[in-house]
């Protein structure tokens, strides 16, 4: 099986960079997904790596090692409304993804 | 255009009681997975189906199953429920079996009382 691990809860001051962490432990990976999760809200995709490296979208970079089964997501230009959740995911086999147990990144004025 | 669709929105059942979840994916979606999500914590994989037929089973009792309709649709049922099924049942769609990048509706929050 698979198990990911990232810090709980983030804060950061608006404008600012932010990284979030993950490891993970697994077997059968195919790769690592990054979704965001507002309060009460439906998690949003946000960023895929499959192969080792930077995938850049807009203000969101996502980063793989495979090597050091780990990766990061990097917010840059923070905003009040990027206050949410954010999960990583590692994707395997039959279109399931283990979700780590979430961050929670405030955002500060 | 309509994204993934879930209901009810809301539900309080009964301890041993059954209960039927609903989700429509996007038009075109063929393949519908289930996720439950626990407050504080990440979801966890149930059920995948693509093209009517189960592709992917997470570490959940056989009282939940589960099951996908010609028009792609899907319901998950749970049967004898108990105090520790009350969670946020996420249904989450891709155009194919993809292994990333899912649109998740806004799920079903299931309260057993």
């Known amino acids: 099986g698979q198990s990911l691990e990232q810090p709980s809860e983030v804060t950061a001051v608006e404008g600012a960079i932010v990284q979030i962490n993950c490891t993970y432990q697994?077997?059968?990976?195919?790769?690592l997904s990054w979704y965001q999760q507002h309060d009460g809200g439906a998690p949003t995709f946000l960023s895929y790596?499959?192969?080792?490296g930077l995938e850049e979208t807009g203000r969101f970079s996502s980063f793989l090692s495979r090597s050091d089964s780990y990766g990061y997501l990097l917010l840059q230009e923070l905003q009040m409304k990027d206050s949410a959740s954010y999960f990583c995911?590692?994707?395997?086999?039959?279109?399931?993804?283990?979700f780590g147990d979430g961050t929670t990144l405030t955002v500060k004025p | 255009d309509a994204g993934v669709t879930q209901s009810p929105t809301h539900l309080i059942k009964t301890r041993g009681q059954h209960v039927t979840l609903r989700c429509s994916p996007i038009s075109g979606h063929k393949s519908v997975s289930w996720y439950q999500q626990v407050l504080g914590q990440g979801p966890q994989f149930i059920f995948q189906?693509?093209?009517?037929?189960?592709?992917g089973r997470g570490n959940f009792p056989d009282r939940f199953s589960a099951r996908q309709f010609p028009n792609y649709s899907s319901e998950l049922n749970v049967n004898a429920l108990l105090l520790g099924d009350s969670a946020l049942y996420l249904c989450?769609?891709?155009?194919?079996?993809?292994?990333?990048?899912?649109?998740f509706g806004s799920g079903t929050r299931l309260t057993v009382v």
């Open positions: 189906y693509y093209e009517k037929e189960e592709r």
């Open positions: 989450a769609s891709s155009p194919d079996r993809e292994i990333y990048g899912y649109t």
């Open positions: 995911a590692g994707a395997s086999r039959a279109g399931k993804s283990t």
């Open positions: 697994t077997s059968g990976f195919y790769g």
């Open positions: 790596n499959a192969l080792d």
